[in-house]
């Protein structure tokens, strides 16, 4: 088995991540590891799970806990105990998939944790909502953001989308900046979807639009339609005791750090 660790680069990450790899038994592999640590924070993580998309993740915040805190400084001899032993429980999270078509039928593949926004900022997008082929609605506005049940307490949440149990298995469809008047009008209410759902948006006419799958962007200067939904893509977390749906939204959410 072998080995990797991803740090956010601040000097508590370093060297907590400098303590972490010395203590490993296991060969260190930049490549393809079969573990990465990732040493920071919840945007750490994401960058693990993108980087290595195979892999085992151990997440150790060194900050403020985020969602997916698993491991914080204060257990890391529980960390390294779990690795070198090889017992550890794993949680398996579905990646939505995307695929992202501009005028001339160029393909675009992706995958996200949290979700996946597709934005105009500068002007109004419209867009032809489909859901498993359906017609839904033609969206005026903004943007709008597709999101995993994780994902849900991300940039989701800022919308006032719903939190969904990560437990069920859907996709969530939000608004961003939707206009709605007496000639537009579109659901407004964010959409929780079965994860067995195909969501497609399709541009009425060829545009530049601002795409972000996680952390990563990609601008398409002649943005035709995005196809969104589960392909199987699932990501390994691992984690020393198992943390409920409820403890974690507490954490994170309500109760104060101060």
Avoid at 153 to 165: C, E, F, Q
């Amino acid at each position: 088995m072998r080995f990797s660790i991803l740090s956010r680069q601040d000097n508590l990450s370093n060297e907590v991540a400098c303590k972490i790899k010395k203590r490993i038994n296991l060969e260190y592999d930049d490549i393809n590891p079969d573990y990465v640590v990732a040493v920071g924070g919840d945007g750490t993580i994401l960058s693990a799970v993108h980087k290595y998309p195979n892999a085992v993740v151990f997440g150790v915040h060194t900050g403020h806990l985020g969602f997916y805190a698993n491991y914080s400084v204060e257990n890391i001899d529980d960390l390294v105990n779990d690795i070198n032993t090889g017992h550890f429980h794993i949680e398996n999270t579905n990646l939505l998939s995307c695929k992202i078509y501009d005028s001339k039928n160029n393909l675009t593949d992706a995958f996200a944790l949290n979700e996946i926004t597709i934005v105009t900022p500068p002007r109004t997008l419209i867009l032809d909502v489909f859901i498993n082929g359906e017609y839904l609605e033609r969206f005026r506005g903004t943007g709008f953001c597709v999101s995993t049940p994780s994902g849900s307490t991300a940039y989701n949440k800022s919308l006032h989308g719903s939190v969904i149990d990560p437990q069920l298995d859907t996709i969530q469809l939000t608004e961003i900046a939707g206009i709605n008047s007496n000639s537009y009008r579109t659901l407004s209410s964010p959409l929780v979807l079965s994860n067995r759902r195909k969501i497609k948006l399709n541009a009425l006419m060829a545009q530049e639009v601002f795409i972000t799958v996680d952390h990563e962007s990609y601008t398409i200067n002649d943005f035709e339609s995005i196809e969104i939904g589960y392909e199987g893509k699932v990501l390994k977390m691992a984690f020393h005791e198992e943390e409920s749906f409820l403890k974690r939204i507490s954490r994170t959410f309500l109760i104060s750090k101060e």
